[in-house]
Nanobody
Framework: QLQLVESGGDLVRPGGSLRLSCAAS????????LGWFRQVPGKEREGVSC????????NYADSVKGRFTISRDNAKNTVYLQMNSLKPEDTAVYYC???????????????????WGQGTQVTVSS
């Protein structure tokens, strides 16, 4: 069974940076599209970014374009989210997700992903 474990969440000041990591075990991520989502209490889970199996295609929510970068290291079975120029509205629990059904691309619909991590808290505050 695929297990995903996020790390790297922290309290950071506005304008700061964080790098989230999501390590997988149980299966190789080579055949999985990967995504990052976030959620705040009382709101629906929001797609932040995703990356295709090959790493050749990525998508970003408009709210994070130009600030966040998703990447994957299949040798380490890990996906990353580099977050720069953080804003208070980026505060949320961040989840990584994986699914083998997305063969050539990815999307930011949470229904497209079947495996999820437990989440890591990111707080942006002065």
């Amino acid at each position: 069974q695929l297990q995903l474990v996020e790390s790297g969440g922290d309290l950071v000041r506005p304008g700061g940076s964080l790098r989230l990591s999501c390590a997988a075990s149980g299966f190789s991520l080579d055949y999985y599209a990967l995504g990052w989502f976030r959620q705040v209490p009382g709101k629906e889970r929001e797609g932040v970014s995703c990356i295709s199996r090959s790493g050749g295609r990525t998508n970003y929510a408009d709210s994070v374009k130009g600030r966040f970068t998703i990447s994957r290291d299949n040798a380490k079975n890990t996906v990353y989210l580099q977050m720069n120029s953080l804003k208070p509205e980026d505060t949320a629990v961040y989840y990584c997700a994986a699914d083998p059904r997305l063969r050539s691309g990815c999307d930011l619909d949470s229904n497209s992903f079947g495996s999820w991590g437990q989440g890591t808290q990111v707080t942006v505050s002065s």
